[in-house]
């Protein structure tokens, strides 16, 4: 069984797009899939209910995190090849961070971490967050650049988050 744990370092990055697309193509491939997404907001049921929708996967229940966490990732992880975890949006806050550090070592997921291209964008959060989160991250993952932005990222962002 695979599990990833979508995270960001702020609200509004992309999370849940990324899970869908990503449970989308899981499931093009016939991969069992369940879906969990933590409690935080008003948000929580519209994005669950949008990946259900667009993805077919099995959606469980809105958790807390670590205890509650824990047990329906052990449940939906019995049932499906492929777990997906859509975690905290605040890992630029040092409580985000240690709640989505609990949060990996409880499920034993690899983290995808998300950060939003601004116009003042810089790596160095992205990469200090991967990296206290290690070694539980997959790989990391700048949202929304711009096209003409697209050398910009291949030649200086590419090669500062490869630290991540």
């Known amino acids: 069984m695979t599990g990833v744990y979508v ?3 702020q609200p509004g990055a992309g999370k849940t797009a990324l899970a869908a697309g990503l449970a989308r193509k899981m499931q093009s491939r016939q991969v069992g899939l369940g879906y969990l997404r ?3 907001g008003d948000q929580v049921n519209a994005d669950a209910l949008f990946l ?3 993805t077919g996967a099995e959606v469980g229940p809105i958790v807390g995190a670590n205890g509650t966490l824990r ?3 052990q449940g939906m992880a019995q049932r499906h090849q492929m777990v997906i975890v859509e975690g905290e949006g605040n890992l630029e806050q040092a409580s985000g961070l240690d709640a989505c550090r609990r949060s990996l070592e409880a499920t ?3 983290a995808i971490v998300i950060a939003r291209y ?3 964008f810089s790596a160095a959060p ?3 967050a991967s990296q206290k989160l290690s070694p539980h991250v997959a790989g990391v993952v700048v ?3 711009p096209q003409a932005k697209a050398q910009w990222a291949q030649s200086t962002l590419g090669p500062e988050l490869r630290q991540a």
Do not use: E
């Open 52 to 54: 259900s929708k667009a």
């Open 118 to 120: 601004t116009p003042s």
């Open 108 to 110: 034993g997921a690899q």
């Open 143 to 145: 949202n929304a650049i």
């Open 38 to 40: 933590l409690a935080d």
């Open 126 to 128: 992205l990469v200090a």
């Open 7 to 9: 995270c960001s370092l």
């Open 71 to 73: 047990q329906a990732y």
